[in-house]
C-alpha cells in the first residue's frame, strides 16, 4: 500500500520558522522525483518546489524561492519542507506528492499524502 504522511504542520507568527516532513511507503521513494504542493483557502493546488529523485537537482517557483528549501533522506524514505520568513499568504494546506512536471498539480496522478495544515498569522 502506497502512503504519503504528511507531519509539522501548525500554527507559526509571520516571520516565523516551519519545518514540514512527508514520510514515503509502499513504493521506491528514491527512484521518484518529489513535489510539495500547496492550497490556500479559496484557491487551487500550487507547486510550492520540487526535487529530483536523488535530490541533487531542485526546481524552485517565485511563491518559494528564497525563503523555502525541499530536501530528501532517501535512506529515511522522507521528503521535507523548510520555511523561512514566513508569511501569512502562505497559510495553506502542504501535500507532498510525486512530481507531474511544471503543469497544474491533478491530485488524479501520482501519488499523494493526506495533507498538513500550516498557519500564519500573529
Known amino acids: 500500500e502506497v502512503q504519503l504522511v504528511e507531519s509539522g504542520g501548525g500554527l507559526v507568527q509571520p516571520g516565523g520558522s516551519l519545518r514540514i516532513s512527508c514520510a514515503a511507503s509502499g513504493f521506491l521513494f528514491g527512484s521518484y522525483a518529489m513535489g510539495w504542493v500547496r492550497q490556500a483557502p479559496g484557491k487551487g493546488l500550487e507547486w510550492v518546489l520540487r526535487?529530483?529523485?536523488?535530490?541533487?537537482?531542485?526546481y524552485y517557483t517565485d511563491s518559494a524561492k528564497g525563503r523555502f528549501t525541499i530536501s530528501r533522506d532517501n535512506a529515511k524514505n522522507t521528503l521535507y519542507l523548510q520555511m523561512n520568513s514566513l508569511k501569512i499568504e502562505d497559510t495553506a494546506v502542504y501535500y507532498c506528492?510525486?512530481?507531474?512536471?511544471?503543469?497544474?498539480?491533478?491530485?488524479?496522478?501520482?501519488?499523494w499524502g493526506q495533507g498538513t495544515q500550516v498557519t500564519v498569522s500573529s
Open positions: 506528492a510525486t512530481d507531474q512536471g511544471n503543469r497544474v498539480p491533478l491530485k488524479s496522478q501520482g501519488y
Open positions: 526535487i529530483s529523485s536523488g535530490g541533487g537537482t531542485t
